[in-house]
């Protein structure tokens, strides 16, 4: 199935294997990946093969194009999880990738999504915080591009909340 969300100035479509190399650059950004808990440093070719093969797997994630060009990820599988490139920083395309994901997933009969993230990371905070997102807990992770030990601030929206900033 091919899907494709249109906001104002994205596309969000399916990652497609042409994107591997434009990925290889993106999260060969330490100050992209330092922010996600899963994503390795350096990040190459291989981790870039096998990111898009489980992506095919998985209905919720899309990637967030501008222009016809890849900024970055956005997914409502497990959680609401999102990543842009660093070129595209303080333009709003997460917060309007994320809003267009949302209003995806709340026209399911799901009635809540959780998501999170590092303490210190000023931009994904508000970006949530946008959202409507609320404070739900904190607990433990530990960061593979750099090794180092964080505590993640969950966040919960649950449609109610959603609703209410529509």
């Given at each position: 199935?091919?899907?494709?969300?249109?906001?104002?100035?994205?596309v969000l479509r399916r990652f497609r294997r042409?994107?591997?190399?434009?990925?290889?650059?993106?999260?060969n950004e330490l100050d992209v990946v330092r922010?996600?808990?899963?994503?390795?440093?350096?990040?190459?070719?291989?981790?870039?093969?096998?990111?898009?093969?489980?992506?095919?797997?998985?209905?919720?994630?899309?990637?967030?194009?501008?222009e016809g060009v890849l900024i970055g990820c956005?997914?409502?599988?497990?959680?609401?999880?999102?990543?842009?490139?660093?070129?595209?920083?303080?333009?709003?395309?997460?917060?309007?990738?994320?809003?267009?994901?949302?209003?995806?997933?709340?026209?399911?009969?799901?009635?809540?999504?959780?998501?999170?993230?590092?303490?210190?990371?000023?931009?994904?905070?508000?970006?949530?915080?946008?959202?409507?997102?609320?404070?739900?807990?904190?607990?433990?992770?530990?960061?593979?591009?750099?090794?180092?030990?964080?505590?993640?601030?969950?966040?919960?929206?649950?449609?109610?909340?959603?609703?209410?900033?529509?």
């Amino acid at each position: 199935m091919t899907e494709v969300i249109k906001t104002e100035r994205l596309v969000l479509r399916r990652f497609r294997r042409e994107d591997s190399s434009r990925l290889v650059t993106l999260l060969n950004e330490l100050d992209v990946v330092r922010w996600l808990t899963v994503v390795p440093y350096p990040y190459d070719t291989a981790h870039s093969a096998e990111f898009i093969d489980s992506m095919s797997y998985d209905q919720d994630a899309f990637a967030i194009t501008n222009e016809g060009v890849l900024i970055g990820c956005v997914s409502t599988g497990s959680q609401l999880g999102y990543w842009i490139g660093k070129g595209s920083w303080g333009q709003g395309f997460v917060t309007e990738a994320c809003r267009a994901m949302l209003d995806r997933f709340f026209r399911s009969d799901r009635d809540e999504l959780s998501s999170g993230y590092h303490l210190g990371n000023d931009r994904s905070k508000a970006v949530l915080s946008n959202l409507g997102f609320k404070p739900s807990g904190q607990h433990a992770a530990t960061v593979r591009s750099t090794n180092e030990d964080v505590t993640i601030q969950d966040m919960l929206l649950t449609r109610r909340d959603w609703e209410a900033t529509q």
